[in-house]
């Protein structure tokens, strides 16, 4: 059994002065009446932020699922899986559940488990810490980032950050918390500390952010590497760089070292190397130079490309100039794939239920992300859903079919949630908690309101097409 205290203290230093009073001597100006307005709404918000966490830790509590064998529960409609959110000796949450909160809370489902989690994390874990923010003293925001670096802490840890944290937590910088987790970890788990410190030096690796890609054509890229082959780069890098102002590039110090880097990799591509089989002798793969895919779409009413739509690349979506294009296709040993149109409404139905490469792309390229409300998992990292059961007669077809991630594709196949066709792209999803409506802006939600006459489905166009 699971307790806490949820609080119910007033909230600490939230009066706020009256607007219209003056201090003597100094008049009442619009400007410290729009202050005064401006700290009401402050007021307001804190107040509100508090309500709101409490209420999440009180929801909560009432969707625990038992630990151990029984961390599952079969539902009237599936299989729910109690799901640990936050650190050791937390309560386990409905998985379930928290989807259809995340959903409420217009969050992904990841953000939605996350923004739980830190609310389990403060209030069973970090009671101290979880008290100062119910009365106003510590700031939810700054308390739920805490809970993110106490949750791999084991309990006594935990509770050890809790009490030197709480009395200055409103106070304490990210620094400081950093060096307390450290120190909670090395003093009531010192074999963890070590396993992370080794750990440490699996965790190297070269991040090169093709998601965030705009029509300036730059890329962020980040890297952990082994402090011998970081600076053999650095030396690398600097070397090229200088080369390149010598040789009468006039860019900046920090666009030349960018540039090296670039050549640095494309002297690589260009060696064509062969990986040999060492137990045959035979040439396994060839790593070929620069490729280049181009993805343009066609207007069939109007027939040619839609204004603004030149390019984009296959794995970010982002637009592309043409001048940005021509120069990439100009670089010396890039080759150009050149693939055949793909109709993204076309239907061209299997028989079977395993989907097919062709209707694989022609959905991924349709639907960009997970159709569930509001989240935003790439299609290609996705499960392919039939909306109508394949055993049920649905076709294996483009109308059909719509990437689900796999946790909102069990929810989708447990029956506590359903999902309806609208039209190509436009989806209706019906949870416990209400209607939302899923289509290429956005989510929405269309959950009538107590007291109102919303219809509890949006209206139709009259040029939409049938539903599938």
């Known amino acids: 059994m699971f307790s806490m205290d949820l609080g119910t203290a007033p909230l600490f230093g939230?009066?706020?002065p009256v607007a219209d009073e003056a201090v003597e001597g100094v008049p009442v100006t619009r400007s410290r009446e729009l202050l005064a307005g401006i700290r009401d709404d402050q007021t307001a918000i804190t107040e509100h932020e508090i309500s709101k966490i409490r209420r999440i830790a009180e929801w909560a509590a009432e969707h625990v699922v038992a630990d151990g064998a029984e961390a599952s529960t079969i539902t009237e409609r599936g299989l729910d899986t109690g799901l640990p959110v936050a650190g050791p000796g937390a309560p386990l949450i409905s998985d379930f559940a928290v989807m259809e909160l995340s959903a409420l809370l217009g969050r992904s489902l990841d953000s939605g488990r996350a923004y739980v989690g830190q609310v389990v994390e403060l209030a069973y874990r970090l009671p101290r810490t979880w008290a100062r923010v119910l009365?106003?003293?510590v700031p939810v925001w700054k308390a739920l980032r805490f809970a993110d670096t106490t949750r791999t802490l084991p309990a006594d840890a935990a509770g050890f950050v809790?009490?030197?944290l709480a009395p200055i937590a409103h106070g304490v910088s990210w620094a400081q918390i950093d060096r307390l987790v450290e120190e909670a970890m090395v003093r009531y788990d010192p074999a963890a500390a070590e396993e992370k410190r080794t750990a440490a030096q699996e965790a190297r690796h070269v991040d090169i952010d093709l998601d965030r890609v705009g029509f300036d054509g730059t890329a962020e890229v980040s890297a952990t590497l082994d402090i011998a082959d970081a600076l053999d780069l650095e030396a690398a890098v600097a070397r090229r760089a200088k080369l390149l102002g010598q040789l009468g590039c006039e860019d900046s110090l920090d666009v030349r070292r960018s540039v090296a880097l670039g050549e640095i990799a494309r002297q690589d591509l260009a060696l064509d190397l062969q990986v040999v089989d060492p137990d045959t002798g035979e040439i396994t793969r060839t790593v070929p130079g620069r490729r280049v895919e181009l993805i343009v779409h066609l207007n069939d009413a109007i027939g040619h490309t839609a204004?603004?739509?030149v390019?984009?690349?296959?794995?970010?979506r982002t637009p592309i100039s043409p001048e940005q294009v021509k120069e990439w296709m100009g670089t010396p040993g890039t080759s150009v794939l050149v693939r055949p149109v793909i109709?993204?409404?076309?239907?061209?139905?299997?028989?079977s239920y395993e989907i097919p490469d062709r209707i694989r792309r022609q959905v991924e390229l349709a639907d960009h992300h997970c159709t569930y409300p509001c989240c935003t998992r790439p299609a290609e990292r996705c499960d392919l859903d039939h909306n109508a059961p394949h055993t049920q007669g649905g076709p294996t077809c483009r109308c059909n079919l719509n990437p689900k991630c796999r946790g909102h594709h069990r929810y989708k196949t447990?029956?506590?949630?359903?999902c309806r066709t609208l039209s190509p792209g436009t989806y209706l999803w019906t949870l416990p908690s209400g209607l939302y409506l899923v289509d290429p802006t956005g989510t929405y939600d269309l959950?009538?309101?107590?007291?109102?006459?919303?219809?509890?489905e949006p209206p139709t166009d009259p040029a939409d097409p049938p539903d599938e």
């Open 343 to 351: 109709d993204l409404n076309g239907h061209q139905p299997v028989d």
């Open 447 to 456: 959950t009538p309101r107590p007291g109102t006459t919303q219809p509890s």
């Open 414 to 418: 447990s029956g506590l949630a359903t």
């Open 307 to 309: 204004d603004g739509a």
């Open 162 to 164: 809790d009490r030197q």
């Open 311 to 316: 390019g984009r690349f296959a794995n970010t």
């Open 14 to 16: 939230l009066s706020a």
């Open 135 to 137: 009365e106003g003293r």
